[in-house]
């Protein structure tokens, strides 16, 4: 959705002890403003690479349906329109949508897809970045209210109720993008493949028969080092993090995950990596996650059947679901 430079996990593509075999085939291309990477295995080099030509194209459609950065994407439409009329927009756009709400619903608005106002007033994308005035900071969050946006499933309408809201879907579009590569990758034969938009990553089966994708967990405050990894197969998890589009003034760190309640960057949490069943599911909950902090964060995701989640807090101080317990491996205790 928009320019990301380093890319949140590092995702382990050997498998333990064994070296990467001939029929791991990968391919890294620039979608959705950062780095997606496909891995395909167990397919002959040629059909690999068509159904990894297929799901890069899958995504760039995504792209161009859900941007916040063109006024003719069903974003961009629903944008313009604010405050005046409602908008037909894609199937997609719905399903993304619906998913947004029900996140900033339970979520208690931690997560809210109508952040847009105070996403383009603290203009992480900018140079010369600065803190915005305060008064800037209250106007825009008077704007910021998921519950003044509807959906209507039935007839593919969206409507922002107050002129200047702005939907942004830069917490949840790239792991709903995961899900549509790794089903476009189903369709193409494949049933081994591990799919990175960023730090939202979708795992198509096993890497082989009885070895599971291995997946690190990017250390908050140390640039290429990992905190700890996770075995997962046929899942999704997304890291949301404090250190990527961040700037430092006079000692404070200003950083793009911003609390809807406060207008300014949350504050609760270095990082927070959530493990679903879905990326559309693990990007949201990571997100709204890392906004709650550890407690409330790890409360979330426990009321969600088969999601887990770590969470660094602002101290550093790790903090795992029970159904993680022991499994993070590497995890310095
Ligand atoms: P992620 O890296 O998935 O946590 O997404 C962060 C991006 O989501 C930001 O760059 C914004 O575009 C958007 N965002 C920031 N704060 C929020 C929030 N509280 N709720 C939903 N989206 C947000
Ligand atoms: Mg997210």
């Known amino acids: ?32 403003g ?14 690999a690479s068509r159904a990894m030509s297929a799901a890069f194209e899958e995504i760039r459609r995504l ?12 974003l961009g439409r629903i944008n313009a329109a604010a405050g005046a009329r409602e908008v037909l927009v894609s199937a997609e756009t719905i399903e993304v949508l619906a998913e947004a709400l029900r996140i900033s619903d339970r979520s208690g608005g931690a997560f809210d897809a109508t ?11 900018v140079k010369d970045r ?24 039935n007839l593919r309408t969206v409507r922002l109720e107050r002129k200047g ?7 949840i579009a790239k792991g709903y993008a995961a899900d549509r590569a790794a089903e476009t990758l189903r369709k193409h034969g494949v049933s081994s493949a591990m799919v990175a938009v960023a730090g939202d990553i979708r795992a198509v089966g096993e890497k ?9 967990i990017q250390h908050p405050r140390e640039p290429g080092a990992v905190l700890g990894s996770l075995r997962i197969a046929d899942r999704s998890v997304s890291t949301s993090g404090d250190y990527e589009r961040y700037f430092i003034k006079d000692g404070i760190r200003y950083h793009h995950i911003l609390n809807p309640a406060t207008g300014r960057p949350a504050a609760a949490s270095r990082s927070a990596t959530v493990l679903a069943p879905t990326t559309i599911l693990s990007d949201a909950l990571s997100t709204a996650a890392f906004v709650l902090g550890p407690e409330k964060g790890i409360g979330l995701v426990q ?7 770590v969470i660094v807090d602002r101290e550093g101080r790790v903090h795992v679901t029970p159904g993680l317990a022991g499994k993070v491996e590497g995890l310095a205790s």
């Open 208 to 216: 082989a028969p009885g070895v599971a994708w291995h997946v690190g």
């Open 165 to 171: 809201m702005k939907v942004d879907l830069g917490g």
């Open 63 to 74: 792209e161009g349906v859900l941007t916040f950065f063109s006024e003719e994407s069903d």
């Open 1 to 32: 959705m928009r320019k990301a430079g380093v890319v949140l996990v590092i995702v382990f593509l050997m498998a333990a002890g064994c070296r990467e075999s001939s029929d791991v085939h990968r391919r890294t291309q620039y979608l959705m």
């Open 303 to 309: 009321s969600f059947p088969g999601v887990e989640a």
């Open 130 to 153: 600065f803190v915005p005035p305060k008064e800037e900071i209250e106007r825009a969050r008077t704007l910021v209210n998921w519950r003044n946006m509807s959906v209507d499933p």
């Open 34 to 47: 950062t780095v997606v990477t496909i891995t395909v295995a167990g397919l002959a080099e040629e059909d």
């Open 115 to 125: 952040i847009g106002p105070l996403v383009s007033l603290w203009g992480f994308e």
